[in-house]
């Protein structure tokens, strides 16, 4: 898409300049801790699976096992390792065990460090080659069936039952609507449990319970509608909260193609410890960019508790932020959908040419990333005639600046969670609009020094005053002083600040130390 804003290129890279320095200042605060969401990832990525007799899962169970002795400090893999030295033992053996107090981990003798760590890395190594030859296969199907030709905006629709299996029934009606990625709404709250439920589940409230049964549940039904009609249709869910770097290896493992993936959701308003979600936020981001996998950032949610006009600076800023803290991690560009939203009130004058303003925006400064635009929500009250108009102009806003996946809208936002022929109602305006308009974007100028064009240098410049601000504070203050969304968390407080841990000489993690190698190489 050609440059139709006229911005300046020197504000842009002092925004880009001044995201490296906080970038570079989360990753020093974070660098010598770890979290036992990280570490039962890595339990995971070692092939770990199942529950004990409580179904309590076995990934928990053992990194609780070693937490509980105040040894965790040198990371699980270093006493899976150090026991599969003694034994022989798989890791999905080893964790049997423990859970049957059959096995004190942290009773071993000891062996040699680099014994240990070379034992570890061997076994963490077969198991990421084995996902990565799947995923492999995934990318072929997905391209066979046509999925990479399709032009976007890709059309991303919410299933929200609470049944996994009435979720395939909505899934398979979005697909035959034209949708190209379910996305599988998480139930209420699920974010803050420390764990992630095991096995299929059917009473989830507002959304669906992420599990793995569940993943692999929906990746199997919309695999078997794509073949059955010659076009992919992606699978997205939500990697956030406390288990999120959990919840990104099992994506991965069943094949999802997007995920919901930020962490300032969780620190904004589930009240998740500030450095917890940071850190889970980084490793999650890493196994996300290693397997391929788009993630979708969530600066659309400030919108939702403060003005969208006064917040633009902020959303501008925080996209900055997580496109750097994402490269950081090792995502590439096509893989970094950056969050957007049409949330300016419908009374507010002109509202559509600044809608317009804030979309060209985002797409000038991050051309490469596949950007996700979300429809207006906040400022719906019922009207479903007023929300269908909305959506309308959300549409052709989304058309005309090239969006990269776009969260339909549907008329009864607002009232209820949409029934399917809300969502297909949804999909037919979008089809409609995205026809009608489809070389809109390629056609028109903006006016010199218009309003367009004016309000959206006005945004970067203060959201340039706002980065450097940030970068001066740190992103731990400035989320204390409520900078995004109007909500303030301290760095002391909220929920996970327990699972912490520092980091000790010796510490081993061979996924980290493997996708490293590859993500940096």
């Avoid at 995920?259 to 009240?271: E, F, P, S, T």
């Avoid at 490269?327 to 004058?349: C, H, K, N, Y």
Wanted: proline fraction near 3%.
């Amino acid at each position: 898409m050609s440059a139709k804003l006229d911005l300046d290129a020197g504000i842009i890279n002092a925004c880009s300049a001044a995201a490296n320095r906080i970038a570079a200042s989360v990753a020093s605060e974070i660098a010598s801790k770890t979290t036992v969401s990280v570490e039962r990832t890595v339990v995971r990525l070692l092939g770990v699976d199942g529950v004990d007799e409580l179904d309590a899962p076995l990934c928990n169970v053992l990194v609780d096992h070693v937490h509980r002795q105040g040894q965790l400090g040198r990371g699980i893999a270093y006493w899976l390792g150090n026991a599969m030295l003694h034994s022989g033992r798989s890791p999905q053996q080893i964790a049997e065990a423990v859970a049957a107090d059959e096995l004190d981990l942290c009773a071993l003798e000891p062996a040699a460090e680099q014994a240990i760590a070379n034992r570890v890395r061997a076994e963490c190594a077969e198991h990421l080659r084995e996902m990565t030859a799947r995923i492999e296969e995934r990318h072929e199907l997905r391209e066979r069936l046509g999925a990479v030709a399709q032009s976007a905006p890709l059309r991303y629709v919410l299933t929200a039952t609470g049944n996994v299996h009435e979720d395939v029934v909505h899934a398979r009606a979005v697909a035959e609507a034209g949708g190209d990625i379910v996305a599988v709404i998480r139930s209420t709250a699920q974010s803050l449990l420390d764990y992630v439920p095991y096995g299929p589940t059917t009473e989830g409230y507002g959304g669906t319970f992420a599990t793995q049964a569940n993943f692999r549940i929906m990746r199997e039904a919309m695999d078997e509608w794509s073949r059955a009609n010659g076009r992919y249709v992606r699978l997205s869910s939500f990697c956030s909260g406390l288990c999120m770097p959990e919840i990104a290896a099992m994506g991965a493992l069943e094949g999802f193609d997007n995920m919901v993936n930020d962490a300032l959701y969780g620190i904004l308003y589930r009240d998740i410890n500030i450095v917890r979600g940071l850190i889970d936020q980084r490793v999650s981001r890493m196994i996300n960019g290693y397997f391929g996998v788009v993630i979708n950032t969530g600066e659309d949610n400030y919108l939702r508790t403060a003005d969208a006009l006064g917040a633009a600076p902020s959303v501008t800023a925080s996209q900055f932020i997580n496109y750097q803290l994402a490269r950081d991690s090792g995502v590439p560009e096509q893989q970094l959908a950056v969050g957007d939203a049409f949330e300016i009130d419908p009374t507010v004058a002109n509202g559509l040419l600044l809608h317009w303003a804030q979309a060209q925006l985002t797409r000038e400064l991050f051309p490469n990333c596949p950007t996700k635009y979300m429809p207006p929500t906040k400022h719906m009250d019922g009207n479903l005639f007023r929300t269908h108009a909305a959506d309308t102009l959300f549409n052709l806003v989304t058309v005309a600046t090239g969006q990269g996946i776009q969260t339909i809208g549907v008329p009864t936002e607002g009232i209820f969670t949409p029934h399917i022929h809300d969502r297909v109602i949804g999909l037919q305006n979008v089809e409609y609009v995205f026809t009608a308009a489809r070389d809109l974007g390629d056609e028109i100028e903006f006016k010199r020094d218009g309003l367009i064009q004016t309000h959206a240098r006005e945004v970067l410049r203060r959201a340039h005053e706002l980065l450097e601000d940030i970068a001066e504070t740190g992103l731990f203050q400035s989320i204390e002083n409520g900078v995004f969304g109007d909500v303030k968390r301290r760095v002391q407080d909220g929920r996970g600040r327990d699972g912490i841990v520092a980091v000790e000489e010796g510490y081993v993690n061979p996924v980290i130390e493997l996708m490293s190698e590859t993500v940096y190489a």
